[in-house]
């Protein structure tokens, strides 16, 4: 009777692993899940797939001719067919992809838009976002560091759209010695370690009634006479002649 259960228990199992559990191929791709890569052509033709590795249950399952592609996760690549060296990790990581090449995505497919995103080829990555095409690293939302560090950049190479500081000492901007060049503290009170601050267009006359915000600072020029102006209030200005030249 014991044989016999046995023998029973082998007829279910058996056919179950099998589905779920596979091994490499003569084309070195390697599959574990159910249907995981269902449509990969190994056969002996130019258009064939070699060097997958497809993890999870319907993982790369509609490859055919791709190559070296990396997928782990229930669905990840699932719609992939020809595409080549992409690296996919996560539930539905990368699931909307076709026939792209060298594409990163480290996510769960359903909060599509949270996660690692890049393009190997191309040499950007994003996270939150899947990059901008000529930025190394695009970023959306919070950076929060001790230190942050910039090294060989000019002035055109990194954009800050906000910075929070989260200590008392607020913001520093240091230059390679690591002396402080630009500080603001919390309050919002600039400091400038230079003896420059450079304003580089000419707002032209300003008159009563110009837009202007209380503290903002302009400068102009006409052909009679150039101005310093001082927003006081809203719209309302004071200016200061600089009509004499050294």
Known sequence: MKKIL????????LPAVSAFTQTSDRMDNYYSGRDAGASL?????????????LVGVGAGALISTGDANS????????SLTTGYGNALFGMLAGANLTTEDNKLYINNGWYPTF????????????????????VA?????????????????????VTLNEVIAGSSAGVSLSLSDGTAAVTMDNSGNLDITG???????????IHSGTTGSAGDIRWGTSAASSYLYVCYATNAWRRISMSNTF
């Open 195 to 205: 003896d420059t601050i450079r304003l580089r267009t000419d707002s032209g006359v």
């Open 6 to 13: 046995v023998f029973i228990l082998l007829l279910v199992i």
């Open 137 to 157: 690293l695009t970023v959306t939302g919070m950076i929060v560091s001790d230190s942050l560090t910039v090294d060989g950049i000019t002035a055109d190479e």
């Open 41 to 53: 052509n190994v056969a002996d033709s130019a258009e064939r797939a070699a060097t997958n590795t």
């Open 71 to 78: 997928v782990y996760g229930y669905g990840a690549g699932r």
């Open 115 to 134: 996660g690692i995103f890049g393009d190997f080829s191309r040499g950007y990555f994003g996270i939150d976002n899947t990059g901008t095409a000529g």
